[in-house]
């Protein structure tokens, strides 16, 4: 009788449950095309790509002199805020992740490595509100006061907390990479006569590269989709600029300022989802990026 | 005593993301109730969706979709009540008398945006046209103004809200806002993005103004109740209700509602100057 159930009703059902997740994802797809669809339909995708401007309720007025709907859709100024901020945060977190990673593979006794590393895990399960909010709190007063400009809240700031967010998901899969360097390369690297910190980094990080590169990767997946981070912190300012002590507005950002109050079903509703589908397509490019590099071992 | 200070601030700031209720508790099962449909601006729906949850007479279907689409569709028949921040234009008055409609006006609330900046900041008067100038990016000096040698950092709204709308209109005069400046999604977080910021300047509702930040007067008059409903502070507008002549008695039951004691409270609540 149990074996009769666990047959033919559990094993269904948790295939059901597996597809489930592929019909969510289609789902996402499928909704995100829709409502993006009609946005390039309605405005010029040249313009929407090129554009350096995101004025989504602008109005003129036409030879009339009447007001009428003139938006601008430009995605520059956002991916570039995206890119920015994103990158500045994983130079940030590199060094940091890199380190920890080899102290805990290689440097750490045993016990210290059993406390620290489900801490660090632990950093990764804080909700992201929290890390906005320290860095509203703690991070923009302390960089407005640092660098002496006029407001706290820009790209540095929220690359910073950004760059902690990140820290626990490099660190973890960095950390396994160099684990898993066979044992032969090391005793042979220490045998040859070459001290540890030689072996460490010509020997152990070089062997682990691809790992370690497919770690920073999914970092960048897990920053460029931050949103509650950015919106608290980077400071909103949507010019197009290469300067991250100004007030960035990250895609993300943009889409979690304005969904609240766009028209259903006009322009800057269906921008928005154009928006989400842009940064869909980065990160699930980004990811599929980091599984061939981790399985390729260039 | 800085860094202690700042955590009062975000705190409220946290709490004022969450959603905000109406506190409007669900009445029993109405039998036969008429439903009545309100189409229109934005910045009025909150009331009315507050409205609507306490209103037993009628069930009301609020959707906020813009003070023009609100009164093209009370024109078209489409709706019994529109809901707008503007009055209505010349245009779209011959259009409902060509329909053989007569939309009447029912102002239910004034609503008024104070200029803020650091209570540090010496400047405590602007004209309308320095604000404008400001958002432009044409003053970003204090000197200009009086003040300090310091940066201005313009702090704005997300552009589909209502108070950005209100200001786009009076202030700007439709013309588009300084890029970079700094852009937040409520009234809370511009409050506090310029109780952090000596250099800020930014734009909030009447009811949001604290001792955090300090209002200016703008054409020297200050923002207060009595200024925004006796018509001498300019940044500031008239909510309306419109229905056409003739409607319905639960339609006029409604508008008696809103224009009544509680309907005034909500008002009030919602962060707008009751009548």
């Known amino acids: ?298 | 005593m800085h860094k202690y200070s700042t955590i009062p601030i975000a705190l409220t700031l946290v709490l004022g993301m969450a959603l905000t209720g109406c506190g409007g508790e669900g009445n029993g099962e109405p039998s036969e109730v008429v439903t009545l449909s309100v189409n229109g601006s934005t910045t009025v729906t909150p009331i009315m969706q507050c409205v609507a949850e306490v209103y037993e007479a009628a069930d009301l279907e609020v959707s906020g979709t813009g003070s023009g689409d609100g009164i093209t569709a009370l024109i078209d028949g489409r709706t019994d009540l529109a809901m707008s921040s503007r009055k209505m234009k010349d245009k779209e008055k011959e259009d409902a008398a060509a329909k053989g409609v007569k939309p009447v006006e029912v102002v239910i609330a004034r609503d008024g945006i104070a200029i803020v900046v650091h209570p540090s900041n010496p400047v405590s008067g602007l004209t309308l046209e320095q604000v404008k100038d400001i958002y432009l990016g044409k003053i970003t000096n204090w000197k200009a103004l009086g003040g300090p040698d310091a940066e201005i950092v313009p702090v704005t709204r997300d552009s589909a809200s209502g108070t950005f709308e209100v200001f786009a209109e009076l202030v700007m005069d439709k013309e588009p806002i300084v890029p970079g400046a700094v852009t937040q999604n409520s009234n809370g977080t511009v409050r506090s993005a310029v109780a952090e910021s000596e250099g800020a300047i930014g734009y909030v509702g009447l009811g949001y103004v604290d001792k955090t930040v300090k209002a200016v007067a703008i054409d020297g008059v200050v923002p207060s109740e009595d200024t925004v409903n006796g018509g001498t502070y300019k940044i500031a507008r008239d909510l309306n209700l419109y229905y056409p002549e003739g409607a319905s008695q639960a339609v006029l039951d409604l508008v008696k509602f809103v224009l009544g004691k509680e309907g005034q409270k909500i008002v009030a609540d919602e962060g707008f100057i009751p009548l």
């Open chain 1, 1 to 298: 009788m149990a074996r009769f159930t666990s047959e033919t009703i559990v094993k269904p059902l948790l295939g059901f449950f597996a597809l489930l997740s592929l019909v969510f994802l289609a789902g996402i797809l499928v909704t995100l095309l829709t409502e993006s669809g009609p946005f390039f339909g309605e405005y010029n995708p040249l313009e929407f790509f090129t554009g350096t401007q995101w004025y989504p309720t602008l109005e003129t007025q036409n030879a009339d002199g009447e007001w009428v709907s003139d938006p601008q859709f430009g995605l520059l100024p956002l991916l570039g805020a995206s890119l920015q901020v994103t990158i500045l945060a994983l130079i940030i977190a590199l060094p940091l992740s890199l380190g920890a990673a080899v102290f805990l593979a290689e440097i750490a006794p045993p016990v210290l490595r059993e406390i620290i590393k489900p801490l660090i895990e632990l950093l990764a399960g804080i909700p992201s509100v929290v890390f906005g909010f320290i860095g509203m709190v703690l991070v923009a007063p302390f960089i407005k006061d640092l660098f002496d400009i006029p407001i706290g809240l820009n790209g540095l700031s929220a690359s910073i907390v950004l760059a902690f967010m990140a820290f626990p998901t490099i660190t973890s899969l960095a950390e396994d990479a160099i684990s898993a360097v066979p044992r032969d390369l090391k005793e042979a690297s220490l045998a040859m006569g070459a001290n540890r910190w030689e072996t460490v980094s010509r020997v152990l990080v070089p062997s682990a590269r691809s790992g370690i590169f497919s770690a920073v990767i999914l970092g960048f997946g897990r920053v460029i989709g931050e949103t509650m981070t950015v919106l608290m912190v980077a400071g909103g300012g949507a010019a197009l600029t290469f300067d991250p002590l100004s007030p960035l507005r990250p895609m993300t950002a943009t889409i979690a300022l304005e969904m609240g109050e766009a028209v259903q079903g006009g322009p800057h509703y269906h921008a928005l989802f154009a928006l989400a589908l842009m940064l869909l397509a980065i990160t699930l490019g980004f990811n599929l990026l980091a599984e061939r590099i981790r399985k390729r071992d260039f």
